[in-house]
């Protein structure tokens, strides 16, 4: 089975602040990893995502990852938050094989001005 | 592309009555998956279908909540009868097979509540 473990549940910081979100994930083989958000009242929006080669991997809005596999960890930074950062943040797992996205329990963050 | 389809956007029903939401996936994809989220349970998965074919039904609560795909334009999830626990945003995401990164597309949500 996969699983994911998101360590923060809820995050403040001040604009500029930077921010570092942990995720951990379960897999005992080959993984996609996946960083979602979602601002209040949206759907989720892909922000990134990793399957193979450089570790470290960077999507919109100025947010990246680094995959690091012997720690199972996939973290998310961004080195200045925004207000408009203010959303919710879901890492998702999918094993190889796997069709289904597992997601963790999501890190609320409030960006304030 | 319109994206992932999804209606009604908010539903507000009564215990024991029945509840229909439907999903309509991004042409060409040929998986389709329900997700629920609640504040307690986060993103739960609750059912997925490739082909039109439910392959992973394990995530389903239990006998009151059923999903069909009649054909690759539309799904539906029931829940019969519907009891406050149910109360969630369910969400439709699908994905396209042949590019294995595993990158869902989501569509905005049904957001029911039950009284």
């Known amino acids: 089975a996969q699983s994911v473990s998101q360590h923060n549940h809820h995050v403040i910081l001040s604009e500029a602040a930077s921010l570092e979100l942990g995720c951990n994930y379960s897999y005992g083989g080959t993984v996609n990893l996946f960083w979602y958000v979602q601002y209040p009242g949206q759907h989720l929006q892909l922000l990134l995502k990793?399957?193979?080669?450089?570790?470290l991997v960077k999507g919109i809005k100025g947010f990246e990852a680094e995959f690091i596999k012997s720690k199972f960890s996939f973290n998310l930074r961004k080195p200045s938050v925004q207000w408009s950062d203010t959303a919710e943040y879901f890492c998702?797992?999918?094993?190889?094989?796997?069709?289904?996205?597992?997601f963790g329990s999501g890190t609320r963050l409030q960006v304030q001005p | 592309d319109a994206g992932v389809i999804q209606s009604p956007r908010h539903e507000v029903t009564e215990m024991g009555q029945e509840v229909t939401l439907r999903c309509k996936p991004i042409?060409?994809?040929?998986?389709l998956f329900w997700y629920r989220q609640t504040m307690m349970r986060g993103l739960e998965l609750l059912i997925y279908f490739n082909n039109n074919v439910p392959i992973d039904d394990s995530g389903m609560p239990e006998d009151r909540f059923s999903a069909k795909m009649p054909n690759a334009s539309f799904s539906t999830l029931k829940i019969q009868p519907s009891e406050p626990r149910d109360s969630a945003v369910y969400f439709c995401?699908?994905?396209?097979?042949?590019?294995?990164?595993?990158?869902?597309?989501f569509g905005e949500g049904s957001r029911l509540t039950v009284l």
């Open positions: 995401a699908s994905r396209p097979t042949g590019v294995n990164t595993g990158e869902l597309f």
């Open positions: 998702a797992v999918n094993g190889e094989g796997r069709r289904a996205l597992t």
């Open positions: 042409s060409g994809h040929d998986y």
């Open positions: 990793y399957f193979s080669g450089d570790p």
